[in-house]
């Protein structure tokens, strides 16, 4: 099992640029959720999935970002224009709808 | 909303002391709790859960009680060590299945 799998690990962009990041679930996990980690608000869930349907996206901060799971072993996290505020840790997460969600090493997201 | 609380950090102790880490939680019907740790530069693992009223959840010596009286799930280690330093993480589970996160306690053992 390699666990959930997400890329880049670090992104370096710059503002206005798009932004995507991605995500591999663990093979049988139904759900999917999108995390951000920033030192001021701590953990805050953005979007997850359940069978690849989105179920709650009203943590998505703003339009700029969206996200999409095509199929069940991919997701996409998109953030267009970044803007510097925009940098964090955004972390990738699956389950089954009972157990406990497994999380990926995150991206590191640094907007200038 | 459903919510989580816990004690703010950072908690600095030294090797061998007593451990506890207060979570309450808020939330409607039966959720279930976790507690995820955190290790520099790494993603969050899971500690331990319990999911239902009175389990206890255990695990590497870490231990917390499911008390939907008092609603709380604080986390507790007899003997801590310089190793389990890390930023600790209580979360509900609700019947909606959203995974809501405390907002983070950082613990540092000190030789």
């Known amino acids: 099992d390699a666990g959930v799998i997400q890329s880049p690990r670090h992104e370096v962009t710059e503002m206005g640029q798009e932004v995507t990041l991605r995500c591999k679930p663990i093979?049988?996990?139904?759900?999917l959720f999108w995390y951000r980690q920033t030192m001021m608000r701590g953990l805050e869930l953005l979007i997850y999935?359940?069978?690849?349907?989105?179920?709650?996206d009203s943590g998505m901060p703003e339009d700029r970002f969206s996200a999409k799971m095509p199929n069940a072993s991919f997701s996409t996290l998109k953030i267009q224009p970044s803007e510097p505020r925009d940098s964090a840790v955004y972390f990738c997460?699956?389950?089954?709808?009972?157990?406990?969600?497994?999380f990926g090493n995150g991206t590191r997201l640094t907007v200038t | 909303g459903d919510s989580v609380t816990q004690m703010e950090g950072p908690v600095t102790l030294s090797e061998e002391a007593f451990l506890t880490i207060n979570c309450t939680y808020t939330?409607?019907?039966?959720?279930?709790l976790f507690w995820y740790v955190q290790y520099p530069g790494e993603g969050l693992q899971l500690l331990l859960k319990?999911?239902?009223?009175?389990d206890k959840g255990s695990n590497k010596g870490f231990e917390a009680t499911y008390r939907k009286e008092t609603t709380s799930f604080h986390l507790e280690k007899g003997s801590v060590q310089v190793s389990d330093s890390a930023v600790y993480f209580c979360?509900?589970?609700?019947?909606?299945?959203?995974?809501?996160f405390g907002q983070g306690t950082e613990l540092s053992v000190k030789p």
């Open positions: 997460a699956s389950s089954t709808w009972t157990s406990p969600l497994h």
């Open positions: 093979s049988g996990h139904n759900s």
């Open positions: 999935f359940n069978n690849n349907v989105p179920i709650d």
């Open positions: 939330a409607t019907g039966y959720p279930s």
């Open positions: 319990a999911t239902k009223a009175d």
């Open positions: 979360a509900l589970r609700n019947q909606g299945g959203k995974l809501i």
